[in-house]
C-alpha cells in the first residue's frame, strides 16, 4: 500500500504532513522512526497528521509525532504547515481554521497574501526553571566582562537569553561556551537590532528537546521586553509577525513553504 504525504518548511523546522482523512493511517514508533532518517527515508523534524475532529466545534484534528515517534503537543510551526496542507490539497478552502490539538483548539487563518496567522486567546506563562551552575556563572560572567545586557530564562531543556548592545555575530561567538555545556538543549537568543525588529538565532543539540513552542516562547520575551504592538521577528532566515492584542491575547504570522509531494510504501 502507497500513502501519499507532503513536506513543507516553515521557519527553519522541515515537517511530514499526511492526510488520515482519505487515506487509511495506521502510525507506529517504528514506522515514524524510519520515515524521518535524512538520507534513508523521508528526512523530517516532526511528523504532522490531519483527520477528522473528536469535537463537533473543531474543522480538523491535528497530531503531532516527533521523530522518536512520541506524540508531542502542537506548535505553531506545526499548525501553520498543516493549515497550508490542508488548502493545497484542496480538502478545504474555509480561509479561517479551527484545529483540534492535545492542548486544545487553536484558530489559524490562511491569508489571501499567503501569510498563516495563528490566534491565541492569553498568554500561558510557561514554568521556568532551574540552569546548571556552570551555564549561570558563564552567563553572568559575559554580562560582567563584555558590558553586555544580558537577561535570561530556562523552560525545561529550552534557555531564552534577551541580548541587547552587541552584534549578532559577536553573540554567536561568545555563546558558543555555553552551546557546548547545553547538550539535549534548545538555546534562543534574541537581539533588538531596531526599534520594531528583533533577530534570533538559535541552536540545539542533536536530540531536540520535548517541551514549549519556541514562537510562542519569542512572542513572551519580545512581550516581556518591548512595548510595541506589532513586532517583527527574523528567525531562521524567515520571518515571524507578532501582533499583540487587549488582554493579553496575541496573534502570530508566518508563512509556510510546500517542498515536494510524494509517495511511500506502508
Request: glycine content about 6%; proline content about 5%; overall charge neutral.
Amino acid at each position: 500500500m502507497l500513502l501519499r504525504f507532503g513536506k513543507l518548511h516553515c521557519l527553519g523546522d522541515d515537517l511530514m504532513l499526511l492526510d488520515a482523512l482519505g487515506q487509511h493511517v495506521q502510525l507506529n514508533s517504528a514506522m515514524i522512526q524510519q520515515w524521518s532518517r535524512r538520507i534513508q527515508g523521508v528526512g523530517f523534524r516532526r511528523l504532522v497528521t490531519v483527520d477528522i475532529p473528536r469535537e463537533p466545534e473543531a474543522d480538523f484534528d491535528c497530531r503531532v509525532y516527533d521523530r522518536n515517534g512520541s506524540e508531542v503537543p502542537a506548535t505553531f510551526v506545526d499548525l501553520c504547515c498543516a493549515a497550508r496542507f490542508l488548502h493545497d490539497k484542496r480538502l478545504t478552502n474555509q480561509p479561517v481554521l479551527q484545529l483540534q490539538t492535545a492542548a486544545g483548539r487553536v484558530t489559524v487563518h490562511v491569508r489571501g497574501d499567503g501569510w498563516i496567522a495563528a490566534a491565541y486567546s492569553g498568554f500561558d506563562e510557561p514554568v521556568t526553571t532551574g540552569l546548571p551552575d556552570a551555564v549561570q556563572y558563564h552567563l553572568e560572567l559575559l554580562a560582567h566582562r563584555h558590558g553586555l545586557m544580558l537577561s535570561w530564562q530556562a523552560y525545561d531543556k529550552q534557555l531564552l537569553v534577551w541580548a541587547d548592545q552587541a552584534p549578532p555575530h559577536r553573540l554567536h561567538r561568545l555563546f558558543q561556551p555555553v552551546m557546548r555545556k547545553l547538550r539535549g538543549w534548545q538555546l534562543l537568543w534574541l537581539h533588538n537590532s531596531q526599534a520594531e525588529c528583533v533577530r534570533v538565532q538559535s541552536w540545539q543539540g542533536e536530540h531536540e528537546p520535548a517541551g514549549h513552542d519556541p514562537a510562542r516562547l519569542i512572542a513572551n520575551s519580545v512581550r516581556q521586553n518591548m512595548q510595541q504592538a506589532a513586532v517583527q521577528v527574523e528567525w531562521q532566515q524567515d520571518c515571524l509577525l507578532l501582533e499583540f492584542l487587549p488582554q493579553g491575547s496575541m496573534q502570530l504570522f508566518t508563512r509556510a513553504w510546500p517542498v515536494y509531494e510524494g509517495q511511500i510504501r506502508l
